[in-house]
């Protein structure tokens, strides 16, 4: 289920600003209160996907000696987000109403 | 072996070479140096996540410059149609050498059609496929299929262009039949550009479970899903566009060269491209 839904949730850790994979990979993780527990290496297909989609650019920096690649959400980014936010809470009431 | 050699072993191993496997070994050495090797996941299922949605773009866009290279070679082949062939056709018997150029004149006829029919069912293919986030290795290898055809018999078609302008060239001023084959050769770059980039798509293994799917999948009309009452229906269609643009002689001759010719080209390539199981 949380691979359904992995673009969103990291256009949305994106949202507020720049990371770099393993950052992305901790904000998940915080804001899911250690919920979300994937497999880390998987956030980069995703990553590479949505720079190829325009959902994000990148760039190379350095830190602390080593090469490191920060993505950063585009317009383009934050208009999905905004449009997968709304069908997810569309789902959640469903799912809810169902449930409940 | 450390796990960035495993993970770089995996990812030649299905295809994924050069700046791509430079840039995810890169960024994994940055990742493994706060996070763990345990949990940043398998090397071989992480490459093959890699290289199902690498395989996916790469074919679809292959397919797509295929398109574009067939539409340029196909607008040069009408424009030298028009300027070369209408202008003075030649009696068939008048070939320098009657066997190559009777050959080529039937593949001026045949390829280009084949070529226009397998590059519409790889654009249909394409089209569909451009909104999976990853679709099918079987569904790939037949995009590939496809678009292979397609720019093969484009090829043929330029090349027979050529040949029968050469062939035929006491029916023809010297400077058509230069203009001729020399356009022909230099539209035949474009495809081989798209071919490259097909092999290169191609050379990304992706091994996502699932069919290939039919012509049925790629035409957004509902269809009667019996393959040859749909190839008999099409080259019936085209045998009276035939017969009415030309007449009862030879109309009636065009219709039914054009109906063999349908179905002897459904018979032997329907199965290559997915047209019938």
Redesign the interface.
């Known amino acids: 289920m949380l691979k359904g839904h992995l673009d969103a949730l990291v256009l949305a850790a994106l949202e507020a600003e720049p990371a770099?994979?393993?950052g992305i990979?901790r904000r998940l993780r915080t804001r899911s209160s250690d919920v979300f527990r994937l497999?880390?290496?998987?956030v980069?297909?995703t990553l590479?996907?949505l720079e190829?989609d325009g959902l994000v650019t990148s760039r190379w920096t350095a830190?602390?000696g080593?090469?490191?690649?920060v993505y950063r959400i585009t317009r383009a980014g934050r208009e999905a987000l905004t449009v997968r936010r709304f069908e997810w809470r569309e789902f959640a009431r469903a799912v809810e109403a169902v449930l409940a | 072996m450390s796990y960035l050699e495993q993970l770089s072993v995996e990812l030649t191993r299905v295809g994924i070479r050069g700046r791509a496997r430079a840039?995810?070994l890169?960024?994994?050495?940055?990742?493994l140096?706060?996070?763990d090797e345990e949990?940043?996941?398998?090397p071989r299922?992480?490459a093959q996540?890699?290289a199902d949605?690498l395989a996916t773009?790469a074919t679809t866009r292959a397919a797509y410059v295929a398109f574009a290279a067939l539409g340029l070679a196909g607008a040069g082949f009408a424009v030298g149609w028009v300027l070369v062939i209408l202008e003075g056709t030649a009696d068939i018997t008048s070939a320098a050498f009657l066997p190559v150029g009777l050959v080529a004149a039937f593949a001026l006829i045949a390829c280009p059609q084949i070529s226009f029919a397998a590059g519409l069912l790889a654009l249909l293919r394409a089209r569909r496929l451009r909104k999976l986030?990853v679709a099918p290795a079987a569904e790939l290898a037949l995009l590939a299929r496809r678009t292979n055809t397609a720019l093969a018999f484009g090829a043929s078609s330029m090349l027979a262009f050529a040949v029968y302008a050469v062939d035929y060239h006491a029916a023809f001023s010297r400077s058509q039949v230069i203009a001729a084959a020399a356009g022909a050769v230099s539209l035949m770059v474009p495809l081989a550009a798209a071919a490259i980039a097909g092999r290169t798509a191609a050379v990304v293994q992706s091994a996502v479970p699932g069919e290939a799917g039919d012509m049925f999948d790629d035409f957004p009309l509902p269809l009667p899903r019996r393959p040859w009452l749909v190839c008999l229906a099409l080259a019936g269609g085209l045998a009276v566009v035939l017969l009415a643009a030309a007449g009862l002689d030879e109309g009636l001759r065009n219709a039914v060269a054009e109906v063999v010719l349908v179905v002897v080209c459904f018979a032997a390539l329907g199965r290559r491209l997915g047209l019938r199981s």
């Open positions: 770099h994979g393993y990979i497999a880390e290496g998987t980069y297909p590479h996907r190829r830190a602390s080593r090469r490191r690649r | 840039r995810i890169t960024e994994a050495a940055d990742h140096t706060e996070g949990r940043f996941g398998d299922e992480l996540l890699f949605e773009q986030r």
